[in-house]
């Protein structure tokens, strides 16, 4: 085979991997053909489409102006040229050159729809949408500027228009990635809601399919929910006699059991919202003594909602109050019931979600005998979310490697903590609309910070203190070539972790149950290591952070996130009111303290924890105020962590929106790596970082980089 033949198979293999986003693998081949063949244009201009793509744009414009050189109206490489300028932040030169080529090709739909993105970062919202509109003359089913046009819709306040944009879009393709992101943005950031079929219809997918973490959208179905004036009228009356159960001798029950928002909540994620939560305690006492005291089956709606409601109360973990009536009633049924599987007796059909809204079903002695019985669909579901589930995490505790011993007094009390109320409780994570490599993510989060490219190829990972799982998994799906080892002090936490990665088919990691603190025993090391929310929990917070640093190659990252002194004001007066009280942190009491916080009066900052998600699950509220071990940190304080062990600071994970606030406060881009302007803005900002300080940091390396910047050790 001549050197043309090979080069051309090595572009036809690398085109295959290119065209399904596997950008490393595209690129080691393009290499191989472009060392073969280096005058041929095709191969250097999808070698710099490619850089371009992993965020590396410099590399890319090396051979974007390769190209150019010989062929100056290259189409392609302007376009990979103009992109790569818009990402570096240089606006108006990316202008310039889609104007060159939207007069090159006039009819090239891409050129005006990058026209219109870059015409909206630069603030020209008219002339942006005039691009837009121009593209869609010339294609009107192309969904891409569809979700262009409405996001610079939304930006500028039409929201209805850019919701009619998605709509058409999701039409077209119901499974464009990208239209299902700008549909997260619209709702969660924009704060749109809309009534109609249409809406509620691509509310619910969001919430089931996910396109997100389904904690995003919790808020967005519940403001659906207030837009029935009826059903706001209903859950004002429960909140207003509460903690008083409200008669709802009058309520419209079936407009409720048939309310598929309702329902879409109820079977996917905690519902943050106070009077939400009374007025569905009120109906699990009225469904409860309907069920037990009723003498016929009940109706298909009826058994749907009740099913739903016992799911909500699973997934919260039977947070909602209860009196001593409704105890003394849920233990009755219980006993009725395990009479009946020891004697092999029917069950009534209604009992059985009458009594998972109190106790899950796994208590009930004879449990796993519910799997052998036929049960209408919702109870089947019901059994396997309360009985199937639980035995699959039993089984998979014996089969979690122990890596580590676990010795310290601090580890011990809150492995302990974490075996008895494993944390967060989470139904459903998001799988990404595009994988990527670690370098190109920060590359493009963090442009102009300290950051140094660091890995080709395969990235060892440690997530350390992985909790349930929710953090890893996310991870393993969202950046490619990443083998992620995940460990934790508790085996129950980590057997649900391993049953919801096998659900999601993530291969790409492993848990075991290990001690931070002795993780310094281990062979390996990382490139980027995640300890998210953790630190903070251990005796000597800087101890732990000095272990994961020597478990880090040189020039590797680590993801961190400790809590706010300052945004945490409200749960330090939570902690003192429950020492007051003489809570402690067994369900009965963290179910009394939320009550009290709940009676407090409006002005008490404990109320503001009202808005925090954690809140509303028995575990995530004993981790928020019940913890047996907390440190909490401010800017200077983290500094204080990060220069003894030469870790070098690369930026706060931020959304757009936070990111906005700040610019606006200190406007020089560099602004954005100073720590000091940090701590300025949340003096000023004091409830910025309630969602915690999380922050990515580098390990300081002197060696020189290499002929690409890349550097694996």
């Given at each position: ?72 109206d290259h189409i392609d490489c302007l376009m990979v040229l103009a992109s790569c300028t818009r ?14 080529l939207a007069t090159l090709q006039p009819d090239h739909v891409e050129i005006h729809s990058n ?264 109870i089947r579901l019901l059994c396997e979310q309360q009985v199937r589930n639980p035995l699959i ?321």
């Amino acid at each position: 085979m001549d050197t043309l033949e090979r080069a051309k198979n090595l572009f036809l293999h690398a085109l295959e991997h290119h065209n399904r986003n596997r950008w490393q693998e595209a690129e080691s081949l393009y290499r191989q053909a472009h060392a073969l063949v280096p005058d041929r244009l095709s191969v250097s201009g999808n070698l710099a489409a490619v850089l371009a793509a992993q965020g590396r744009y410099a590399e890319a414009r090396k051979f974007c102006d390769l190209v150019l050189s010989i062929e100056p109206d290259h189409i392609d490489c302007l376009m990979v040229l103009a992109s790569c300028t818009r990402e570096e932040g240089n606006w108006g030169s990316a202008l310039q050159l889609l104007q060159r080529l939207a007069t090159l090709q006039p009819d090239h739909v891409e050129i005006h729809s990058n026209l219109g993105i870059v015409l909206g970062d630069l603030k020209r919202s008219d002339e942006a949408l005039r691009s837009f509109d121009r593209a869609l003359t010339l294609d009107p089913a192309h969904v891409g500027v569809l979700v262009n046009r409405s996001k610079e819709l939304a930006t500028v306040g039409r929201c209805s228009d850019a919701f009619e944009c998605l709509e058409r879009a999701l039409i077209i393709d119901p499974e464009f990635a990208l239209a299902h992101s700008g549909f997260i943005d619209l709702v969660s950031n924009h704060q749109f809601v809309a009534a109609g079929a249409a809406f509620e219809g691509l509310a619910i997918r969001a919430i089931s399919a996910p396109w997100c973490r389904p904690q995003v959208m919790a808020q967005v179905l519940i403001r659906t929910l207030w837009l029935d004036s009826t059903f706001r009228e209903w859950t004002g009356a429960a909140a207003s006699v509460w903690p008083t159960r409200v008669s709802l001798d009058d309520f419209p029950l079936a407009r409720v059991f048939s309310n598929r928002v309702l329902l879409a909540l109820l079977g996917h994620v905690p519902i943050t919202h106070v009077p939400l939560e009374q007025l569905l305690t009120t109906l699990r006492y009225r469904l409860f003594n309907d069920a037990v005291g009723g003498d016929r089956e009940p109706d298909a709606q009826r058994l749907t909602f009740h099913c739903a409601l016992a799911q909500q109360c699973f997934i919260n973990e039977y947070v909602y109050d209860e009196d001593l009536g409704e105890k003394a009633a849920a233990r009755a049924l219980q006993a009725e019931c395990e009479a009946a599987l020891s004697a092999d007796k029917p069950i009534p059909v209604a009992w059985l979600p009458a009594l998972a809204t109190y106790i899950p079903l796994l208590s009930l002695r004879g449990a796993d005998r519910l799997l052998s019985r036929r049960w209408p669909d919702d109870i089947r579901l019901l059994c396997e979310q309360q009985v199937r589930n639980p035995l699959i995490e039993r089984n998979c505790r014996a089969e979690i490697p122990r890596l580590t011993k676990i010795e310290d007094s601090a580890s011990r009390e809150v492995r302990q903590q974490y075996e008895e109320n494993p944390y967060p409780r989470w139904v459903g994570s998001a799988r990404p609309f595009q994988r990527q490599t670690l370098d190109a993510y920060l590359l493009r989060r963090f442009p102009g910070s300290a950051y140094r490219s660091f890995s080709m190829g395969a990235v060892a990972a440690l997530n350390a203190g992985c909790g349930t799982g929710q953090h890893p998994i996310e991870t393993a799906l969202r950046f490619s070539e990443m083998d992620v080892l995940a460990v934790d002090l508790s085996l129950t936490s980590l057997a649900y972790a391993t049953r919801m990665a096998t659900l999601a088919c993530v291969k790409n990691i492993h848990f075991a149950q290990a001690d931070i603190l002795e993780l310094a025993s281990l062979e390996r090391r990382f490139d980027f290591i995640e300890s998210d929310g953790v630190l903070h929990h251990l005796r000597e917070p800087a101890r732990g952070l000095a272990v994961l640093k020597s478990l880090l190659v040189k020039n590797g990252v680590m993801k961190l996130a400790f809590y706010s002194e300052q945004a945490r004001q409200p749960v330090v007066a939570a902690r003192a009111l429950i020492q007051a009280a003489q809570y402690t942190a067994n369900a009965h009491d963290i179910r009394r303290c939320r009550h009290d916080i709940m009676g407090l009066d409006e002005q008490r900052i404990e109320r503001q924890l009202l808005e925090v998600a954690d809140f509303y699950t028995l575990s995530e509220c004993r981790d928020l105020l019940f913890h047996v071990q907390e440190h909490r940190f401010d800017i200077p304080g983290i500094r204080e962590l990060l220069d003894p062990l030469d870790l070098e600071f690369i930026g706060f994970e931020l959304t757009p929106q936070q990111l906005a606030g700040f610019r606006e406060a200190f406007p020089c881009d560099s602004s954005l790596y100073s720590l000091n302007n940090w701590h300025d803005f949340e003096i000023r900002n004091p409830e910025f970082f309630v969602g915690m300080y999380q922050f990515w940091v580098q390990r300081r390396c002197v060696e020189p980089a290499s002929a690409y910047g890349l550097r694996r050790n």
